[in-house]
């Protein structure tokens, strides 16, 4: 294997990369350059920012239990790593499905294997970039106050990427082995939901459990585990050492993570174009096949088209995998609400305002996908029927797919607290309403498969949604406790609302 063949490959790569970057950042607006790298470098000095208050009103660590410190960075680097496996778990599994460029690369004089290689490489790179942006600058700022040696902190970055890599690559070369290619990417879309979001719900229901609340920094800060983990000169904090810019650990834990990656890479490369090929025909919204002849429902054209968009709904595949992180995090409220059933208010009052924020942002993704996602909007329009009929139809679909999510919850909150119960409900449905309607307002026409990028269209309606939620779940929680600032958060909403309206396309 050249390392010619190599480079050429890896600037191939990163050739596609910058230019669906630029494509989903600029959006075909050029002149949208300037605000861009504006926007990211507010975002960075703002994080610097941040890191160096923080940073400056944190104990000194020469005085504080080696211990302490190294649970507390192992366990943000676990939820960091978690992340990154997530992340990485999805692009490697679109490494094998998008074609693209891929049979003309497997059709070429040149080894397969060095493509997926370089890719697989670049998917390392590519899911550190997230914990970086997060995680640098107060690398940056403790190299300023204490040592340059913090710096050596984005080594021990790369080094988990490359481990999240590997197992990515693992999972996915085993679910393809197991479930066959039809099957491989919505099971794995799920695992990387799940793994997500697994290691920050596990800590918060540990909290729960031993320490009634929902912080994370309980389980990380308690004494009992200190006390019951090994001394500080024990292997298992070599993670958390590197994190720290010890250098010999720094070396330590990058042979390890790019050894892992390397020898999973070398394991599998001979497999890699055979399971690219098996991918063939497999379509990217492959849905289940109907079991039972289709039978025909005599009803209103309203009802048929409600009908019509709950079935795709349920069927769609990618859907449940792309929601299903949100719907993760409604398990803690839920679990908090059971653990304190008849025994503390307290609870509740946490879950209203989680329950109406989630039901906000769900209804906006479902929202985007019913009015935007529309495989035949051609065939819809030309339909002998009103065109408010069809979007009623639509909204109503999203408003009954969010309440079959969230009606569980209420239902058990109402047995705790009714009033809190009916504050939920009626605000839950405000949220989504809200969300509902910014969609509506800022539609424009895309492919179901831009499901994950949906946020790139408007940013003036993902920030309104996201403020819409906030204010609708603390109009929940303040009128949940009879406190009388619940107006003023109602008509913050409603004032969100009608900025909205304002802004809105003509066309809309």
Same mark, same amino acid.
């Given at each position: ?6 480079? %050429? ?10 230019? #669906? ?81 891929? #049979? ?18 670049? +998917?390392? =790179? ?14 940056? +700022?403790m190299a300023v106050l204490e040592s340059p040696v913090w ?23 085993? !679910? ?9 990417? @919505? ?26 609340? =929902?912080?994370r920094l309980s389980v990380l800060t308690s004494p009992e ?40 890479? %070398? ?7 055979? =399971? ?13 096949? $109907? ?20 079935? !795709?709904?349920?069927? #769609? ?51 985007? !996908? ?41 239902? @058990?909150?109402?047995?705790? #607290? ?47 949604? $996201? ?10 929680? !303040? ?19 009608? @900025? ?9």
């Open positions: 294997m050249s390392s010619a063949s190599l480079a %050429w490959f890896a600037r191939h790569e990163i050739g596609l990369f910058w230019r #669906d970057w630029t494509a989903l950042v600029l959006r075909g607006k050029p002149r949208r350059k300037i605000f861009v790298g504006l926007a990211l470098a507010g975002f960075l000095i703002g994080m610097h920012v941040v890191a160096w208050f923080t940073v400056t009103d944190t104990v000194n660590l020469a005085e504080t239990d080696p211990r302490a410190v190294f649970i507390f960075v192992s366990g943000c680097a676990l939820v960091s790593l978690s992340l990154m496996v997530s992340q990485s778990l999805e692009m490697v599994t679109r490494a094998f499905y998008a074609r693209a460029d891929l #049979d003309l690369i497997l059709t070429s004089p040149a080894p397969s294997a060095r493509i997926f290689i370089v890719r697989f490489c670049a +998917v390392a =790179l590519m899911s550190v970039v997230m914990s970086a942006a997060l995680v640098a600058p107060f690398f940056n +700022v710096l050596l902190g984005y080594f021990a970055l790369l080094s988990m990427s490359a481990i999240a890599t590997a197992i990515a690559l693992i999972v996915a070369v085993v !679910l393809f082995r197991t479930v066959g290619p039809r099957r491989t990417r @919505f099971i794995a879309q799920i695992i990387a939901a799940v793994i997500g979001a697994g290691f920050a719900i596990a800590m918060q229901l540990v909290a729960i459990v031993y320490f009634g609340n =929902l912080s585990l200190t006390v019951s983990l090994p001394g500080p000169a024990s292997p298992i904090w070599i993670p958390a050492r590197a994190m720290l810019g010890d250098a010999l650990a720094v070396l330590a834990f990058c042979v390890a993570g790019f050894g892992i990656l390397g020898l999973s890479i %070398w394991a599998y490369s001979s497999r890699f174009a055979a =399971l690219a090929l098996s991918t063939v025909g497999v379509s990217e919204h492959n849905t289940v096949n $109907a079991r039972r002849p289709a039978r025909f429902r005599a009803g209103t054209v309203r009802r048929t088209l409600r009908r019509k968009e709950l079935v !795709l709904l349920a069927r #769609d595949p990618w859907l449940l995998s792309q929601t299903l992180m949100q719907m993760l995090y409604l398990l803690v409220p839920a679990f908090l609400l059971w653990r304190n059933y008849g025994s503390d208010i307290g609870a509740v009052i946490v879950v209203v305002p989680v329950v109406v924020m989630a039901s906000g942002q769900l209804a906006g993704g479902l929202a985007w !996908l019913t009015l935007c996602g529309e495989d035949a909007p051609d065939l819809v329009e030309t339909a002998p029927m009103s065109s408010n009929v069809a979007l009623q139809a639509k909204i109503e679909a999203v408003l009954i797919a969010v309440g079959l999510a969230v009606a569980p919850i209420v239902l @058990f909150l109402g047995l705790v #607290d009714l009033h809190a119960a009916l504050i939920t409900a009626i605000c839950l449905v405000l949220s989504a309403s809200a969300a509902t309607a910014m969609q509506v307002w800022f539609r424009a026409q895309a492919k179901r498969s831009h499901f994950r990028h949906r946020h790139a269209s408007s940013k003036i309606a993902t920030l309104a949604e $996201a403020f819409s939620s906030i204010s609708w779940a603390g109009t929940a929680a !303040l009128a949940a406790l009879g406190n009388g600032l619940a107006a003023v958060s109602a008509l913050m909403a409603v004032g969100v609302l009608v @900025f909205v309206w304002t802004i809105r396309p003509r066309e809309a």
